[in-house]
């Protein structure tokens, strides 16, 4: 084939807390040859996750991004030409192929063939991608909800929590999504259905989740940790399972931030508080999937993409999902 | 039987932090005629536990002992007189039967019959009590600790904690024990076996942990909270249990105090952080003894006391194991 051109972003400076447009650079290079063993994927969707934070952040975290690496993402693609077993022209990928027009690759990078037709290909980076596999699984998992409980739910209109809530709902559960603006309350309440809404900027907290959670609170679904936890925690039923996914709200971890002890709360409510990973729990990653395909399909989960065009308006993007500028997934187009 | 007389300590007032003697007051009043399924225990030993700080504070406890009451303890006692079916004078009883040298009660006070003559009945209040039934089935349930990995203990020489740090090391584990003096620091590493010791009040702690954890903390069990935790949550490793057993370095929960938020550490080492209260886990506290009476036989678990003699040594008792002037489990014989 002819020599193909690739625009790609790399990653161009650690940002000291959320990462903007300046942390990043757009190059012109050509595509490489591809070896034996590797894939060349063309990308259609880019994904834009909050958790691109810590993989710019250099402390502490679990999966740093090298300086000067193509921006690491999930995206959809169709490989243009295989030189590996089990692909083929046309197949139609999601996988690490990183913020660029072209990826080479080894099927490592692969996550899952998207094999289905009838369903937008956009949303195997949403809903059916790492944000509701994400909710799926650490729901599951960790937070084992069980039908009357109340479910909380922070950032509930998010890629994530939107589809927590609507997960704790199918199950039975009283869902209480917790969000910042009137426009993402109204999507939570008549799109996600959560059966209490509250806006942890205009609403007083403690009063709302005490008239919202008469009984307390079963599973903290947490993406963001800060004041909002704050309020939550000393609402915590006996038994009560807290989920950390995410540290949203909070812009620096080093040093960390004060805030008030949670040992007493966990104690008297025999409360337990776990950080969950998806990448610890690729094995059911295909279950999960087919799940919820399934209640895509019958319509009892429902999403919302914020797609804008050009693979350069990934740069800013990550500070916009940080500044509540999305709702819903965001996605790039290319 | 001719009338008797009991000696009993009541609850005066609530503390606002330590229970000190001020808040107990002694009682002299007739014993109480025994009702049909009663029985009337006289008390050879009592117990003082750090929970019982948790038991005289109003604010947010889930089990006050309501002033005015006899105040609550676990004591080792013979009958004396029986009412009740299954219990006969001369049964010798473990259970709540509270500071005072006469109780009746119902059998839903006994927690054990000792049946055992070949070990001394106070250990039943000790490493064969709630403090050793806590660390054994806390350690079991909460940390499952795998041979090999490391288990850091706060309050290593206390009831629980020396009891944790055996049965870990029994298992196979790295034991490192956190504790006050050099005094206790001896019996951590000569009678219970801790494979480190730090003392928490002359070590440099981060640098101590460091050496003593190099692959990090796979179980922390924590009785104290505090500044002791803030230097021990940092070096979790991946995967790592801590369990929420007592909070002793905290003098008030109202208001929480303000410490490093641990979000952040949960979430990128995965790690699960869980409360304990050894009731509610009583369906297997007789499995766990039988286990631990073995371990005392074989000489694997061994423990100490600390002993005062007289009802009055109760009352001061609670506000010195909070000082730290106890070495082993604290006891009140009669």
Same mark, same amino acid.
């Not at 990462?19 to 259609?44: M, S």
């Given at each position: ?32 040859? =591809? ?10 969707? =880019? ?8 993989? =710019? ?72 991608? =790492? ?204």
């Amino acid at each position: 084939m002819s020599k193909l051109t690739n625009e790609c972003i790399r990653v161009a400076s650690r940002p000291g807390g959320i990462p903007t447009a300046d942390n990043f650079r757009k190059e012109v290079e050509p595509v490489p040859d =591809l070896q034996p063993g590797q894939i060349l994927v063309q990308n259609q969707w =880019l994904s834009i996750e909050p958790a691109m934070r810590g993989w =710019l952040a250099d402390a502490n975290n679990y999966a740093s991004v090298p300086e000067g690496d193509v921006m690491r993402s999930l995206c959809v693609g169709t490989v243009v030409e295989s030189r590996a077993d089990d692909y083929s022209k046309g197949d139609r990928l999601m996988g690490w192929f990183g913020w660029q027009h072209y990826a080479v690759v080894a099927p490592t990078a692969v996550v899952q063939n998207i094999t289905t037709s009838d369903l937008p290909p956009s949303i195997y980076l949403g809903v059916l991608g =790492l944000n509701g596999i994400t909710a799926a699984t650490a729901l599951d998992k960790l937070g084992q909800p069980q039908a009357g409980e109340t479910v909380v739910v922070s950032t509930a209109a998010g890629g994530v929590g939107s589809c927590v809530g609507q997960l704790a709902k199918a199950l039975g559960c009283r869902t209480v999504g917790l969000t910042s603006t009137t426009e993402k309350a109204e999507a939570c309440k008549n799109q996600f259905a959560y059966d209490h809404v509250i806006n942890y900027k205009t609403d007083d907290m403690a009063a709302a989740l005490k008239s919202a959670c008469p009984d307390g609170v079963d599973v903290y679904f947490d993406n963001t940790s800060g004041h909002i936890s704050d309020a939550v925690m000393p609402q915590l039923a006996i038994g009560a399972r807290v989920i950390v996914c995410g540290t949203a709200s909070v812009t620096s971890w080093n040093p960390p931030p004060m805030g008030p002890r949670i040992e007493r709360i966990l104690l008297t409510r025999r409360a337990r508080m776990q950080g969950f990973l998806l990448f610890d729990h690729m094995d059911t990653y295909p279950a999960y999937v087919r799940q919820l395909e399934g209640m895509v399909r019958a319509g009892t989960l429902t999403y919302r993409e914020h797609i804008t065009d050009g693979l350069e308006s990934a740069m800013g993007a990550i500070q916009e999902v940080y500044q509540g500028k999305n709702l819903g997934k965001r996605l790039i187009r290319l």
